[in-house]
């Protein structure tokens, strides 16, 4: 099922190991080539083939436990991978970890910067310990004040910052070397919309400097935003990968939920809204919910809405949404995107 | 927006001089942001010495009504004791750090960096000895107010100081593996099994008025050779007992810290390098 579904869907066949290595050869930022990695029962990653060119912004798709951060883990030296390949600016993680850290930013799930020390000297500190010098950490620290909008709050202590603020400077750490690559694991979660527009907005400056970045989410609309390159993981395994506007394709855009008010119509709505749309809906009959994807949003929501009324279908709620991780599982594996798993 | 600063990382060094400095630099730049919390944050210290200050108190209270074996003021016994005690308190406040450090995240942003594998060891090596330099101050003050003195003159005294900070240097490289395999939890539970092993010494009472196979294990626990050395240095009562780890205080007062060492030392490097939660 899986393998079909990535011939069905790759642009190009996931290149096997030997291919990898000559593509890092040829310049590609990262190449993770078999890459597998257990812990203990839990098979946290599951021969992962993935190459990412200089220059790309990556996003690593997926649930809680698919295998994203142990993916990070592995490609920022942190762990070592059971088998496989993973080349960082074509240097081997393994063999030369100190090679990959000079080249490498990372910021995790959780912000690591001091609560007591202010923001310039988070980035002093942290500079300094890159061993670039006091006077070059210094300059550094204060062009990425400037650069993620932290210039007026530099000579306060980070406890007094706001989410949204540690965030960023969490990100500008990252970002001190002006890396070739950049790890992001989950760059957003836990902030406000307003400051995960702000995250938005600083990554997509990283990147324009030349930094190919990795980041992962569990948010469809994040790595729409941000990637160019889009990789789905599921269990441990590469499960799709293209680009967003091939993932939307695949997975029809735009959805219009209805639910229903009385029951039993479920079925029999569902097959009148697929002649409508011409696709064919998700129906979750617990919650008496369908969900039809949508080409063009005004002309569809028109002719549902007309065929609900014609045919007098008890409706409690229509809306119009984004498609989110779970339908890009529905449409690539045939099931949702099954979250809350051990291995992280 | 533009950045113009061009940054080049230099590789580690591979000449073990050049590493050595690259590693120091490393322990000074971790261990100087650790003191800036005591600066920023006075509380700390209040924290850290309202139990030692508490029992100097109390030594002044009760101590007259204790009785030293070998004879002398129970409060001239006592406070040697006192200062061990509070050095091996020291590796809760080690592991504390160390653990809250790998549960936020910064121990592993630490390890994405090229920095020296000592690095952040020796950076709590360097906030955890001028803190325990602090301590032994306002300790060392709060005793000469209660009537302890020394009697050997300066230099043996600062030679006793010194013990005691080698002791609390070793025990920083235990603390770090410690913080390093426990959650931040269990290390708040620390006092636990650590406030016993502190009393299983010859810090609060002479080993040789405890039952015999007690007083043999308080004789050999390492707190109290660095105890009974300062005693011996201070000029305090107290330095009795014909068993060979009584004899030998001073050299176990060296001999201890330095097996410590060689166990943790080690341990908690590899533990950094393979650190996984």
């Not at chain 1, 988070?122 to 300094?128: A, K």
């Amino acid at each position: 099922m899986t393998e079909n579904v990535i011939d069905r869907w790759s642009p190009a066949p996931d290149p096997a190991a030997g291919e990898a290595v000559t593509a890092a050869r040829d310049g590609a930022a990262i190449v993770m080539a078999g890459l597998s990695k257990r812990y203990g029962d839990v098979t946290a990653l599951d021969g992962v083939d993935l190459v990412v060119p200089p220059g790309a912004v990556c996003g690593l798709l997926g649930p809680n436990g698919a295998g994203k951060t142990t993916a990070v883990r592995i490609l920022s030296t942190l762990t070592r991978p059971d088998s496989g390949t993973a080349l960082v600016g074509g240097i081997d993680v393994t063999r030369d970890p100190d090679e990959v850290r000079r080249r490498i930013g990372v910021t995790g799930q959780r912000t690591t910067v001091d609560d007591i020390l202010t923001g310039r000297e988070n980035l002093e500190t942290w500079g300094r310990l890159y061993h670039i010098g006091v006077r070059t950490a210094r300059r550094r620290a204060d062009e990425l004040l400037e650069q993620f909008g932290l210039a007026d709050a530099a000579t306060r202590m980070v406890r007094q910052y706001s989410g949204g603020m540690r965030r960023r400077l969490d990100l500008a750490v990252g970002f001190l070397l002006r890396p070739q690559v950049l790890f992001l694991d989950e760059p957003t979660t836990a902030l406000d919309p307003h400051s995960r527009n702000e995250v938005w907005q600083v990554v997509a400056s990283m990147a324009a400097q030349g930094t190919t970045v990795l980041l992962t989410t569990q948010y469809l609309e994040e790595a729409d935003r941000l990637a160019s390159q889009i990789a789905v993981l599921d269990h441990g395994r590469m499960i799709a990968q293209g680009t967003p506007d091939e993932l939307k394709s695949r997975i029809g855009g735009h959805r219009i939920d209805v639910v229903l008010g009385g029951d039993g119509a479920v079925a029999r709505t569902a097959r009148g809204l697929a002649r409508v749309v011409g696709a064919e809906p998700e129906v979750d009959a617990a919650a008496s919910r369908i969900s039809v994807p949508v080409r063009d949003q005004v002309t569809t929501l028109h002719d549902v809405m007309r065929w609900l009324h014609d045919n007098e279908v008890e409706v409690e709620d229509v809306a119009v949404r984004r498609p989110t991780l779970d339908d890009v599982f529905l449409s690539v594996t045939g099931h949702g995107a099954d979250v809350g798993r051990a291995a992280a | 927006m533009t950045a113009t600063t061009m940054i080049t990382v230099p590789p580690r060094p591979t000449n073990p001089l050049d590493r050595l400095r690259w590693a120091l630099t490393d322990g000074w730049v971790v261990g100087r942001t650790n003191l800036f919390h005591w600066r920023r944050n006075p509380g700390l210290i209040t924290q850290c010495l309202m139990y030692p200050v508490m029992t100097v108190v109390f030594g002044f209270v009760f101590g007259s009504a204790m009785v030293v074996a070998g004879g002398g003021s129970y409060r001239e016994f006592l406070m040697p004791g006192l200062f061990g005690q509070t050095m091996m308190f020291g590796i809760i406040t080690t592991m504390m750090v160390t653990s809250s450090a790998t549960a936020k995240g910064m121990t592993d942003r630490f390890r994405t960096m090229p920095m020296a594998q000592t690095g952040v060891a020796l950076g709590r090596c360097v906030a955890d000895l001028v803190t325990s330099v602090f301590e032994l101050i306002i300790l060392v003050v709060c005793a000469l107010l209660v009537g302890w003195r020394f009697h050997h003159g300066l230099g043996p005294a600062l030679g006793a100081l010194g013990l005691l900070l080698l002791f609390r240097f070793a025990l920083v490289w235990a603390g770090i593996f410690f913080g390093l395999i426990l959650p931040v939890e269990a290390v708040g539970a620390g006092y636990v099994p650590l406030l016993p092993l502190t009393m299983l010494a010859n810090t609060f009472v002479s080993p040789t008025q405890m039952p015999p196979w007690l007083g043999a294990i308080a004789e050999w626990n390492p707190v109290s050779a660095t105890v009974a050395a300062c005693r011996e240095l201070f000029g305090n009562p107290g330095v009795v007992g014909d068993s060979w780890a009584a004899q030998h205080a001073m050299l176990l007062a060296f001999a201890w810290p330095a097996v410590i060492m060689l166990v943790f030392v080690p341990l908690s490097i590899r533990r950094y390098r393979n650190l996984e939660r």
